[in-house]
């Protein structure tokens, strides 16, 4: 059952059972009220009779047609008891007598009046007992058929609204869901076309402020996003193409050199080897760097506070050992909320692009202060047309083409700055190359 459906029973439902409440607290309310007429009936019949303002009943079968007519009307039966409980007389009816319509006639006057509901040839009737002055009692009986149908009608009408309004609801809840549907609709037809398509240039409905609405503008944010992620994808797989052919060519030119050349001397064997070594290398750190950078499958480390010179220093100390690169470092301790072992990734990674990028000789000078991370070198610099793109993937200028590296490695900074809600930046070096660093909030 489509949600249209179910809205529409489900408006059908309440309207019924909304309906049939009212109907039937109407319809006992009525109920009631209309016993309580009767009653007030009989007891005002009762009372006229017993304070003499109608006269008893003569029995039919006594009467000759020139006696005069009863005080007593159609619209009620009427029969008198004496003290014994005995019938005397009745307006041609006769009413069961029961031990309390005894009891009422002898007791002269002691208890009070008596209302019952008793069947006579399955005719319902309301009755009365009450004391005579002078002992006996009277009865007086009212056929409960007219309350009976009026009660009977208004349930019948009760029935029949309660079905109108439930089709009436039926039909406008239908009407409501299909109008507050059809976005919904839409959606849902975009969202077969593009797990269909794999197009997500799929048109989706943002009208309105309400929950559809925004639901549709959150799914075209979805779409945008799964969009770029796509197109990053197809980006990393063309580029990983890009950067992984210039090594595996070098590698497959020098086998296939010493294939043809099983003579060749043993200097130029080790400097080709050496080559091989080398490319195999860096075909091994470029895809250590793309698995972790490009995947995006590891769980980030939970963030801790951490002294930010203190994982400054050990990174750089580390570097030096591996490099031995001079490296001058001045540190100002700061607390800082962060992953130890990421921060000093990028640290290293920092550290590398300087020494790539600088002469030998020359030193890099490392600062560390409230959060932020210096790096600068003696090089070349960075143009400031190619600042804006250092830290993307495999972004690396023409000239740098013959160097050895990836590219990777600042996108990899970017990414774990990002992490700890901080920013890279890159300028001008006071020792005449670039200047490359970042910054994480304080703890």
């Known amino acids: 059952m489509g949600l249209g459906a179910r809205l529409a029973v489900v408006f059908a439902l309440m309207a019924a059972t909304t309906a049939l409440l009212v109907g039937g607290a109407t319809y006992v309310t009525t109920d009631l009220q209309v016993l309580s007429e ?73 208890n009070k009046a008596v209302f019952r509901t008793i069947s006579i040839e399955g005719v319902q009737y309301r009755v009365i007992t009450d004391n005579l002055s002078g002992g006996g009692a009277v009865q007086v009986a009212r056929s409960l058929d007219e309350s009976v149908g009026l009660v009977q009608g208004l349930q019948t009408r009760i029935l029949v609204v309660a079905g109108t309004l439930a089709g009436i609801a039926a039909a406008l809840g239908w009407i409501v869901a299909q109008r507050t549907t059809r976005p919904l609709r839409a959606l849902t037809e975009a969202v077969d076309e593009v797990a269909a398509t794999r197009n997500f240039d799929v048109p989706v409905p943002t009208e309105g402020n309400d929950e559809v609405g925004r639901l549709g503008r959150g799914f075209n944010r979805m779409l945008s996003a799964l969009e770029m992620s796509q197109e990053q994808q197809k980006r990393l797989v063309q ?23 099983p003579d060749l001397d043993a200097s130029t064997r080790s400097e080709t080897l050496g080559g091989v070594r080398r490319e195999l290398g860096e075909l091994n750190d470029l895809m250590a760097e793309i698995i972790e950078l490009a995947t995006d499958s590891h769980e980030p480390a939970p963030l801790t506070e951490i002294e930010m010179s ?42 590398s692009n300087a020494h790539k990028y600088s002469p030998s000789a020359s030193s ?9 991370v210096v790096v600068n070198d003696a090089g070349e610099g960075i143009p ?29 900074v970017s990414g774990i700055v990002e992490l700890h809600g901080g920013a890279v930046f890159v300028g001008s070096s006071p020792l005449g190359g670039a200047q490359v660093g970042f910054r994480i909030p304080t703890a």
Do not use: C
């Not at 070098?250 to 010493?258: F, R």
């Not at 100390?317 to 992953?339: H, I």
């Not at 990734?345 to 920092?350: G, P, Q």
């Open 310 to 351: 203190a994982v400054v220093t050990e990174a750089v100390e580390q570097f030096r050992r591996r490099t031995g690169r001079t490296v001058s470092l001045q540190t100002t301790p700061a607390m800082v909320l962060g992953d130890p072992d990421s921060l000093a990734r990028a640290v290293t990674n920092l550290l």
């Open 38 to 110: 009767v009653d007030r009936f009989l007891e005002e019949r009762a009372e006229e009779i017993t304070g003499g303002q109608r006269s008893q009943p003569r029995n039919r079968r006594d009467r000759n047609a020139d006696d005069p007519v009863d005080l007593t009307s159609p619209d009620a039966e009427v029969q008198i008891l004496d003290q014994d409980g005995n019938i005397l007389t009745n307006s041609g009816l006769v009413l069961p007598v029961d031990d309390i319509d005894r009891d009422l006639a002898g007791d002269n006057g002691t």
């Open 364 to 372: 890099i000078e490392v600062l560390s202060e409230a959060g932020t």
């Open 384 to 412: 400031p047309e190619d600042r804006d793109r250092i830290f993307d993937r495999f972004y690396r200028r023409d000239s740098d083409r013959s160097k050895p590296g990836s590219g990777l490695g600042l996108s990899i």
């Open 239 to 261: 580029d990983t193409a890009h950067e992984l052919r210039t090594p595996l060519t070098s590698i497959t030119a020098n086998v296939e050199w010493l294939m043809r050349a």
